[in-house]
């Protein structure tokens, strides 16, 4: 069975970057479609990326666009979100998901395209 571990979240000032990790436990889960989604604190959990298992195709909600970047390295079993200038509306706990399967643009932005979950890291964004 799959198991995903996210890092790398953290304190930073707005403006700042920071990069997460997440690592697969199995290696056929280079296969899977990979995701970040964010929970901010008193909302619902919110797509942020998506990247197919090749790393050919990318998917970025309209918030993060242009700021963050996903992408995978199959060597390492790993999916990264470099996340570039920061905003405190950024500030949530993200996590990584996978599927092997991918449902398309507009399922794969939708939780319940993912049966894989990660247990999350905190990334908190001050003013």
């Known amino acids: 069975q799959v198991q995903l571990v996210e890092s790398g979240g953290g304190l930073v000032q707005a403006g700042a970057s920071l990069r997460l990790s997440c690592a697969a436990s199995v290696r056929t889960s280079n296969t899977y479609v990979k995701a970040w989604f964010r929970q901010p604190p008193g909302k619902e959990r919110e797509f942020v990326a998506a990247i197919t298992w090749t790393g050919g195709s990318t998917y970025y909600s309209e918030s993060v666009k242009g700021r963050f970047t996903i992408s995978r390295d199959n060597t390492r079993n790993t999916v990264y979100l470099q996340m570039n200038g920061l905003k405190p509306e950024d500030t949530a706990v993200y996590y990584c998901?996978?599927?092997?399967?991918?449902?398309?643009?507009?399922?794969?932005?939708?939780?319940?395209?993912?049966?894989?979950w990660g247990q999350g890291t905190q990334v908190t964004v001050s003013s």
């Open positions: 998901a996978a599927d092997p399967i991918w449902k398309g643009d507009n399922q794969g932005r939708g939780q319940t395209a993912y049966r894989v």
